[in-house]
Antibody
Framework: QVQLVESGGGVVQPGRSLRLSCAASGFTFSSYGMHWVRQAPGKGLEWVAVISYDGSNKYYADSVKGRFTISRDNSKNTLYLQMNSLRAEDTAVYYC???????????????????????WGQGTLVTVSS | QSALTQPRSVSGSPGQSVTISCTGTSSDVGGYNYVSWYQQYPGKAPKFMIYDVSKRPSGVPDRFSGSKSGNTASLTISGLQAEDEADYYCCSYAGSYTWLFGGGTKLTVL
């Protein structure tokens, strides 16, 4: 069965960096685009970033653009989120989620924008505090 | 990139129906039929319930249905059950390879 397991969260000071990982299993990881979504304590979901199946295309929410980098290692079935210049408002549970379906090279930017997020990890908590 | 607008809370008695709205703009909800809905219990990961506005993935009861009119999508839950009490989020593709979520709606089963 599909499993997504996030790790790497913790307490970090403002301005510092942290890298999150999402280990995938139970599906052909290299065939699917992936998202990061976050949820601040007591708040709603916020889309953070997306990456195409092969890692060639990446897009970000304005709130993290220029500070966060999404990447993937298909040989390790792992998705990453490098978070730099962290701010208090980045405090949240970070979830990785997979595309329900994908289109390979047959879509613009290799991104199945029509695809919902069908499986989610359990999340990892990032707390930015001095 | 403003969040889609959902009511903060809705409620209903067992057996009744409730509808949760999700209002966006012509650049997101109104511009694409790529609206999905997620159910989330406290402390748990979201669960995928509806996609492409009105399609149900396998395993989701047919009590859950989705629709859209203009810039507003809706999730209707009929025959309410106690286990439906949760938070619900809509999500829409918003163009330029970005996605938007709604602010979330807390469903209370009275």
């Amino acid at each position: 069965q599909v499993q997504l397991v996030e790790s790497g969260g913790g307490v970090v000071q403002p301005g510092r960096s942290l890298r999150l990982s999402c280990a995938a299993s139970g599906f052909t990881f290299s065939s699917y685009g992936m998202h990061w979504v976050r949820q601040a304590p007591g708040k709603g979901l916020e889309w953070v970033a997306v990456i195409s199946y092969d890692g060639s295309n990446k897009y970000y929410a304005d709130s993290v653009k220029g500070r966060f980098t999404i990447s993937r290692d298909n040989s390790k079935n792992t998705l990453y989120l490098q978070m730099n210049s962290l701010r208090a408002e980045d405090t949240a549970v970070y979830y990785c989620a997979k595309f329900k379906s994908d289109c390979g090279d047959n879509c613009p930017k290799k991104m199945a924008v029509y695809s919902p997020l069908d499986y989610w990890g359990q999340g990892t908590l990032v707390t930015v505090s001095s | 990139q403003s969040a889609l607008t959902q009511p903060r809370s809705v409620s209903g008695s067992p057996g009744q129906s409730v509808t949760i709205s999700c209002t966006g703009t012509s650049s997101d909800v109104g511009g694409y039929n790529y609206v999905s809905w997620y159910q989330q219990y406290p402390g748990k990961a979201p669960k995928f319930m509806i996609y492409d506005v009105s399609k149900r993935p396998s395993g989701v009861p047919d009590r859950f249905s989705g629709s859209k009119s203009g810039n507003t999508a809706s999730l209707t839950i009929s025959g309410l059950q106690a286990e439906d009490e949760a938070d619900y989020y809509c999500c829409s593709y918003a163009g330029s390879y970005t996605w938007l979520f709604g602010g979330g709606t807390k469903l209370t089963v009275l």
